[in-house]
């Protein structure tokens, strides 16, 4: 009885078995055929990215292949990409963010071997369209002011919106989208000045 009773249960674990190798199988070999277009397609928007905020001019090598880490004084390594040419660096490029309406705002910035901005772009975020979407080229030259301004150039307690007493527009409707970008900018601009001659070591 216990015999017959314990068959079913038997047969059900064998094909519950029987059916996770197999689907455990067919995830291994779609990840096979498709692991390798993710990262292609990943390393094709970074490249994208990069040629936004490190003019190509600037640079004989590949950015996204040169990179080093540096810890920021938050404690945690951050990926820095490098423009060289004939061996120096001629510019570099990190991410760094700011808190938004519909939260983080993903900065990437370039900055050239005085510590001025080559360009910002925003690479991710979740602002209202219409409103905190401004940031986006496509949407008006804001984030373009940014370009060949420094930590010192305006002067630090100019690096906020006016409505704060700093230099930067904010969007009609909108001043905590522009207030972080405004923000993260500046908290990257201090992060190359705190770690400039590791930045900028030949290697």
């Given at each position: 009885?216990?015999?017959?009773?314990?068959?079913?249960?038997?047969?059900?674990?064998?094909?519950?078995?029987?059916?996770?190798?197999?689907?455990?199988?067919?995830?291994?070999?779609?990840?096979?055929?498709?692991?390798?277009?993710?990262?292609?397609?990943?390393?094709?928007?970074?490249?994208?990215?990069?040629?936004?905020?490190?003019?190509?001019?600037?640079?004989?090598?590949?950015?996204?292949?040169?990179?080093?880490?540096?810890?920021?004084?938050?404690?945690?390594?951050?990926?820095?990409?490098?423009?060289?040419?004939?061996?120096?660096?001629?510019?570099?490029a990190y991410e760094t963010y700011g808190q938004g309406y519909a939260g983080q705002?993903?900065?990437?910035?370039?900055?050239?071997?005085?510590?001025?901005?080559?360009?910002?772009?925003?690479?991710?975020?979740?602002?209202?369209?219409?409103?905190?979407?401004?940031?986006?080229?496509?949407?008006?030259?804001?984030?373009?002011?940014?370009?060949?301004?420094?930590?010192?150039?305006?002067?630090?307690?100019?690096?906020?919106?006016?409505?704060?007493?700093?230099?930067?527009?904010?969007?009609?409707?909108?001043?905590?989208?522009?207030?972080?970008?405004?923000?993260?900018?500046?908290?990257?601009?201090?992060?190359?000045?705190?770690?400039?001659?590791?930045?900028?070591?030949?290697?």
């Amino acid at each position: 009885m216990s015999y017959n009773s314990g068959k079913p249960t038997y047969v059900h674990a064998l094909i519950l078995a029987a059916f996770s190798t197999g689907f455990g199988a067919l995830l291994a070999f779609t990840d096979l055929f498709t692991d390798e277009p993710i990262k292609q397609r990943r390393i094709e928007d970074l490249q994208n990215s990069l040629v936004q905020v490190l003019p190509p001019a600037i640079y004989d090598n590949n950015p996204a292949l040169d990179t080093i880490m540096i810890a920021g004084e938050d404690g945690k390594e951050r990926k820095i990409f490098r423009a060289t040419k004939a061996g120096q660096v001629t510019g570099v490029a990190y991410e760094t963010y700011g808190q938004g309406y519909a939260g983080q705002i993903k900065i990437i910035m370039g900055v050239d071997p005085e510590g001025k901005i080559l360009g910002v772009r925003a690479v991710q975020h979740k602002e209202t369209p219409g409103l905190g979407d401004k940031i986006d080229p496509k949407k008006g030259p804001w984030i373009l002011q940014f370009n060949g301004l420094s930590i010192d150039n305006p002067p630090p307690a100019m690096w906020k919106v006016k409505k704060d007493g700093g230099q930067f527009d904010q969007f009609s409707g909108a001043t905590i989208t522009p207030r972080a970008v405004v923000t993260g900018i500046r908290k990257g601009l201090e992060f190359f000045s705190a770690n400039k001659p590791k930045l900028l070591e030949a290697h």
